[in-house]
């Protein structure tokens, strides 16, 4: 028989579906609006980034909240050393006093980078880190501190003095003060003159203030923190934010004339990172993978076994 010819079949097939298949990883490519890269950072958000961050891939029960302390060698604290050096140099005459840190939407890590930061920074500064999320808070819970201590909330409100607000972190040189018993209208708090007075004593017990406030695009908690703020960190997480939500967010903020030092592009994953998009992390060249952990901690070469005296 002279048909059908099977090996003809198979090759326009075997020609077709690869046809198919670039096409279609263009496509979803050409969809995909979410920021990669640093490149991405600056070109479609127009502002400078301060650091890119690791996945942490944790399998030793790490804290994340406390990697800066925890696994110091790691890339994720090398990340976050940079971030505060780059906030350093972004006002050298007139020091930050106080920055706020904050995201587009929930999940973006702006939490886990501001304690982080916070701790960096108190190696050489005297720091507090204030929980102004007044709706879900959760830094009293990484701290092992409870729901219903004071904190800015009853600080606000006149309920509690300072001394009673702010706690030292056990192992560090950093205080924080959590956000305390949630009220009924967060917003009208942050808007009175008491928060205002609040924050200017803080400004006076410490060098610097560094505060973790609510998305920009599900409440405006957080243009009105940055009105009394001298900086914000803008955290955007790689892969998964859309750079018009990003852009969004980020115009929202401009509009209470904060200053806004940089984007810290959180979850990047540095092999994909290398590989498919061109981005230069030096993960490959300089071979970060062989001296860091699968968190980013630092491997122990094993001992070598004594050998034995032949007599």
Same mark, same amino acid.
Request: with cysteine; proline share 7%; net charge positive.
């Given at each position: 028989? /002279?048909?059908?010819?099977?090996r003809?079949?198979?090759?326009?097939?075997?020609?077709?579906?690869?046809?198919?298949?670039?096409?279609?990883?263009?496509?979803?490519?050409?969809i995909?609006?979410? &920021?990669?890269?640093?490149?991405?950072?600056e070109? $479609? *958000?127009?502002l400078?980034v301060?650091?890119?961050?690791?996945?942490?891939r944790?399998?030793?029960?790490?804290?994340?909240?406390?990697?800066?302390?925890?696994?110091?060698?790691s890339?994720?604290?090398?990340?976050?050393r940079?971030?505060?050096?780059?906030i *350093?140099l972004s006002?050298?005459?007139?020091?930050?006093t106080?920055? &706020?840190?904050?995201?587009?939407?929930?999940?973006?890590?702006?939490?886990?980078?501001?304690?982080?930061?916070?701790?960096?920074?108190a190696h050489? $500064?005297?720091?507090?880190? &204030?929980?102004?999320d007044?709706?879900?808070?959760?830094?009293?819970?990484l701290?092992?501190?409870?729901?219903?201590?004071?904190?800015?909330?009853?600080?606000?409100?006149g309920?509690?003095?300072?001394?009673?607000?702010i706690?030292?972190?056990?192992?560090?040189?950093?205080?924080? &003060?959590?956000?305390?018993?949630?009220?009924?209208?967060?917003?009208?708090?942050l808007?009175?003159?008491?928060?205002?007075?609040?924050?200017?004593k *803080?400004h006076?017990?410490?060098?610097?203030?560094?505060?973790?406030?609510?998305p920009?695009?599900?409440?405006? @908690?957080?243009?009105?923190?940055?009105?009394?703020?001298?900086?914000?960190?803008?955290?955007?997480?790689?892969d @998964?934010?859309?750079?018009q939500?990003?852009?969004?967010?980020i $115009?929202?903020?401009?509009?209470?004339?904060?200053?806004?030092?940089?984007?810290a592009?959180?979850?990047?994953?540095?092999?994909?990172?290398? $590989?498919?998009?061109?981005?230069?992390?030096?993960y /490959?060249?300089?071979g /970060?993978?062989?001296?860091?952990?699968? /968190?980013?901690?630092?491997?122990?070469?094993?001992?070598?076994?004594?050998?034995?005296?032949?007599a």
């Open positions: 028989p /002279y048909r059908p010819n099977k003809q079949v198979v090759l326009i097939a075997l020609v077709v579906g690869l046809f198919v298949s670039v096409m279609l990883a263009l496509l979803l490519e050409r995909d609006s979410t &920021v990669k890269t640093s490149s991405d950072v070109a $479609k *958000l127009g400078p301060l650091a890119s961050l690791p996945i942490i944790d399998k030793g029960g790490a804290r994340f909240e406390r990697m800066i302390t925890d696994s110091a060698q890339i994720f604290s090398e990340g976050v940079t971030a505060r050096t780059g *350093l006002s050298i005459d007139e020091p930050h106080a920055v &706020v840190v904050t995201s587009s939407i929930p999940g973006e890590g702006k939490t886990t980078f501001a304690t982080n930061l916070a701790l960096s920074f050489t $500064k005297r720091v507090v880190l &204030v929980d102004a007044l709706r879900r808070p959760s830094i009293y819970r701290f092992g501190k409870d729901s219903a201590s004071p904190g800015l909330s009853s600080l606000v409100a309920n509690s003095p300072a001394s009673e607000c706690f030292k972190v056990e192992g560090s040189e950093l205080f924080i &003060v959590p956000s305390g018993p949630i009220p009924p209208n967060p917003l009208e708090l808007l009175s003159h008491r928060f205002e007075e609040a924050l200017a *803080l006076g017990m410490f060098d610097l203030v560094i505060i973790d406030s609510p920009v695009q599900l409440v405006s @908690d957080a243009m009105v923190i940055a009105r009394h703020c001298t900086g914000l960190v803008y955290v955007v997480k790689a @998964d934010t859309p750079y939500l990003a852009r969004s967010g $115009k929202k903020v401009k509009q209470a004339g904060t200053p806004i030092i940089g984007v592009l959180n979850q990047l994953d540095f092999e994909r990172a290398d $590989k498919y998009y061109g981005e230069y992390t030096g /490959y060249k300089y /970060y993978k062989r001296y860091y952990g699968a /968190y980013g901690g630092k491997k122990k070469r094993k001992p070598k076994p004594a050998k034995s005296a032949v």
